[in-house]
């Protein structure tokens, strides 16, 4: 009996390349974890600044920490629509250019796909295959897949990014704000440090545990982030406030 051995030859979805959904993923977890650090960070920092020069001024503690809020989370969303804006505009183009090219020379745009995935590993018959395959398919897709990691049916939204970084800093906010009004005068600054740190703390974690990466290290980076920005600008409102 002759044992034929031949090359497995991998189907259209296990060839395409998976990281546009993780990539997806990371671009939320990405503008949560970081809107919800810096409302938390900035709006701690800058209560503890007003409340080192006077913890009972209750009224202009309340002030500052709803503007700061409104402001900070409205430059926030903005920054990450006009962000991710520029990239999903990077991205369209890439698949109008794709596009016209796959439209002027189907044929050696098709050899130029085997010859990726030959880089990638595979033989040149089986990446002839595949790239054959992928093109009756999706030509563009698997084009961009292979070379860019870009899905066309599954962009980057700016609106999502936008949407989600405003909601995730004003979770944050609240916090630091919260524990300010609500604790007594003598305590709003040592409360106020206690909570922003456990909060740092379980946002780290939760974030490195949805990533998937290093708790410690996470947690450690914004611990002291967040240690360093409140004593900074407590110390620049205590100067400022004996000074004044």
């Known amino acids: 009996m002759t044992c034929v051995i031949t090359e497995a030859v991998p189907s259209v979805d296990e060839a395409r390349p998976r990281s546009s959904s993780i990539s997806g993923k990371l671009n939320w977890l990405r503008a949560g974890v970081l809107g919800a650090n810096d409302g938390i960070v900035s709006i701690s920092g800058l209560l ?24 900070a989370s409205l430059s926030m969303a ?17 698949i109008r250019l ?8 189907p044929a050696g745009q098709e050899r130029r ?19 054959r395959e992928l093109t009756e ?3 563009v897709g698997a084009h961009l897949t292979a070379e860019h990691n870009i899905d066309p049916e599954d962009l980057t939204s700016p ?3 936008a949407f989600s970084s405003l ?22 600054i040592v409360a106020t440090f206690v909570s922003v740190l456990v909060a740092l703390a379980l946002t780290g974690y939760v974030s490195a545990w949805l990533g998937d990466s290093p708790r ?12 360093a920005a409140m004593a900074l600008t407590f110390l620049v409102g205590h100067i400022f406030g004996v000074n004044a």
Do not use: H
């Open 48 to 71: 503890v600044g007003v409340a080192a020069v006077n913890p009972e001024n209750t009224g202009a503690i309340a002030i500052a920490g709803i503007a700061g809020i409104v402001s």
């Open 78 to 94: 903005v920054g990450e629509y006009v962000s991710v804006s520029t990239q999903r505009d990077s991205e369209e183009q890439l």
């Open 98 to 105: 794709q596009r016209r090219a796959i439209e002027a020379d």
């Open 113 to 131: 796909l085997a010859r990726m995935w030959t880089s990638k590993g595979l033989s040149p018959k089986v990446a002839a295959q595949v790239a």
């Open 137 to 139: 398919k999706d030509a």
């Open 159 to 161: 609106w999502a990014a």
């Open 167 to 188: 909601i995730a800093f004003i979770c944050g906010a609240l916090l630091p704000l919260l524990t300010m009004l609500l604790f007594p005068p003598s305590l709003r």
């Open 216 to 227: 410690g290290r996470a947690v450690l980076r914004l611990l002291t982030g967040g240690s």
